[in-house]
């Protein structure tokens, strides 16, 4: 193709995409808008980009960065390097109950358990494909565990062939401690990110990054659809959530343009042209250094209470999970050095 004609190409695409942005006064809209300011850099320039925060049933607060360390949080405020996982596709961490153990999303390697005694693979495989992209997981009542697949079809440093292709390869699966095997609950997700349990335990909320939304699942179906809409038309492509005290729901947001999401979806043309020129995805999705930072908290009936927004990325850049302890919100950002420290007011 001549290199005129695809400079041609690309200008329009971009071009496209710039007027199709979506328009801005819904956000002015929403309830207690609050910026991160006062936000506290836990260990700045120790922590190595961490995509997840988890506390445990004494207070601890854990972190797995991309360089394969779990660290903990110690009285003294100061970070430690707790347990080393040669991985570099460490994501979603969570704590159990009973014995106190974390509980790791390997891409790469599945699902994993840490404790004082090692780490150990829990699951590898489901259904005897191999378990990939594992990306977050929860711990249900009874001790089972609930993990998100973002994408059977494409490997995390393809995600965004995911979202160009626009069609549900993501799942939510089981894993049963008793039988220690894992079975899909959820197939047919728009690229399933974010898992959380609700206060009483009665269904997981799980979200939908390239859909804008998010889905409740009961655990106990009875007379219901295995899925409904918990919340969608979110302001941002919903990557992790974590429940707070109050049953509501912490949820950080991947500034998208949906207006332009929707645009690629519906044209093949697009599409090849952002297989072939991925550095294009910027046009959708920012997630770089200055990216912008939104988290929003949900009720539990779906409804937006509260935003945190710093579209400049002046105290934080593109916080990728939030978690309320003690009043205050610990964040998590795969482009930090450090875990944020947010005072709730």
């Given at each position: 193709?001549?290199?005129?004609?695809?400079?041609?190409?690309?200008?329009?695409?971009?071009?496209?995409?710039?007027?199709?942005?979506?328009?801005?006064?819904?956000?002015?809209?929403?309830?207690?808008?609050?910026?991160?300011?006062?936000?506290?850099?836990?260990?700045?320039?120790?922590?190595?980009?961490?995509?997840?925060?988890?506390?445990?049933?004494?207070?601890?607060?854990?972190?797995?960065?991309?360089?394969?360390?779990?660290?903990?949080?110690?009285?003294?405020?100061?970070?430690?390097?707790?347990?080393?996982?040669?991985?570099?596709?460490?994501?979603?961490?969570?704590?159990?109950?009973?014995?106190?153990?974390?509980?790791?999303?390997?891409?790469?390697?599945?699902?994993?358990?840490?404790?004082?005694?090692?780490?150990?693979?829990?699951?590898?495989?489901?259904?005897?494909?191999?378990?990939?992209?594992?990306?977050?997981?929860?711990?249900?009542?009874?001790?089972?565990?609930?993990?998100?697949?973002?994408?059977?079809?494409?490997?995390?440093?393809?995600?965004?062939?995911?979202?160009?292709?626009?069609?549900?390869?993501?799942?939510?699966?089981?894993?049963?401690?008793?039988?220690?095997?894992?079975?899909?609950?959820?197939?047919?997700?728009?690229f399933a990110n974010g898992v959380a349990l609700s206060k009483h335990g009665d269904f997981v909320v799980v979200c939908e990054s390239w859909k804008f939304r998010?889905?409740?699942?009961?655990?106990?179906?009875?007379?219901?659809?295995?899925?409904?809409?918990?919340?969608?038309?979110?302001?941002?492509?919903?990557?992790?959530?974590?429940?707070?005290?109050?049953?509501?729901?912490?949820?950080?947001?991947?500034?998208?343009?949906?207006?332009?999401?929707?645009?690629?979806?519906?044209?093949?043309?697009?599409?090849?042209?952002?297989?072939?020129?991925?550095?294009?995805?910027?046009?959708?999705?920012?997630?770089?250094?200055?990216?912008?930072?939104?988290?929003?908290?949900?009720?539990?009936?779906?409804?937006?209470?509260?935003?945190?927004?710093?579209?400049?990325?002046?105290?934080?850049?593109?916080?990728?999970?939030?978690?309320?302890?003690?009043?205050?919100?610990?964040?998590?950002?795969?482009?930090?050095?450090?875990?944020g420290k947010l005072p709730l007011k």
């Amino acid at each position: 193709m001549p290199s005129g004609f695809m400079l041609a190409c690309l200008l329009a695409f971009t071009l496209q995409i710039f007027f199709s942005l979506p328009p801005v006064s819904s956000d002015s809209l929403l309830p207690m808008i609050s910026t991160f300011q006062g936000l506290i850099k836990l260990g700045e320039g120790v922590v190595n980009y961490p995509e997840d925060v988890a506390v445990d049933r004494n207070g601890v607060v854990y972190t797995a960065t991309r360089d394969g360390w779990i660290m903990r949080l110690q009285n003294n405020g100061t970070w430690k390097n707790w347990k080393l996982i040669h991985s570099q596709t460490l994501l979603g961490i969570t704590t159990t109950k009973e014995k106190n153990n974390l509980i790791v999303c390997d891409s790469d390697k599945g699902l994993l358990k840490v404790s004082e005694n090692g780490v150990t693979v829990l699951a590898s495989h489901v259904t005897g494909s191999k378990l990939r992209f594992a990306n977050d997981v929860i711990e249900a009542s009874d001790g089972s565990l609930y993990i998100t697949v973002s994408s059977t079809k494409f490997a995390p440093k393809a995600y965004y062939l995911d979202l160009v292709e626009g069609e549900p390869h993501g799942q939510l699966l089981r894993y049963d401690p008793s039988s220690k095997q894992v079975s899909i609950v959820l197939e047919g997700l728009y690229f399933a990110n974010g898992v959380a349990l609700s206060k009483h335990g009665d269904f997981v909320v799980v979200c939908e990054s390239w859909k804008f939304r998010c889905i409740k699942h009961w655990l106990k179906l009875g007379d219901k659809r295995d899925r409904e809409i918990f919340i969608e038309n979110l302001p941002g492509g919903p990557d992790n959530i974590n429940l707070a005290p109050d049953g509501s729901f912490w949820i950080s947001l991947i500034k998208m343009n949906s207006s332009a999401v929707e645009t690629v979806h519906s044209s093949k043309n697009r599409k090849q042209l952002l297989e072939e020129h991925p550095e294009l995805i910027n046009q959708l999705m920012s997630t770089g250094k200055g990216a912008a930072a939104k988290v929003v908290k949900v009720s539990a009936n779906g409804s937006i209470i509260r935003e945190f927004n710093d579209p400049n990325a002046k105290n934080i850049s593109f916080v990728t999970s939030a978690l309320e302890f003690q009043g205050n919100l610990y964040l998590a950002s795969i482009n930090s050095n450090f875990i944020g420290k947010l005072p709730l007011k």
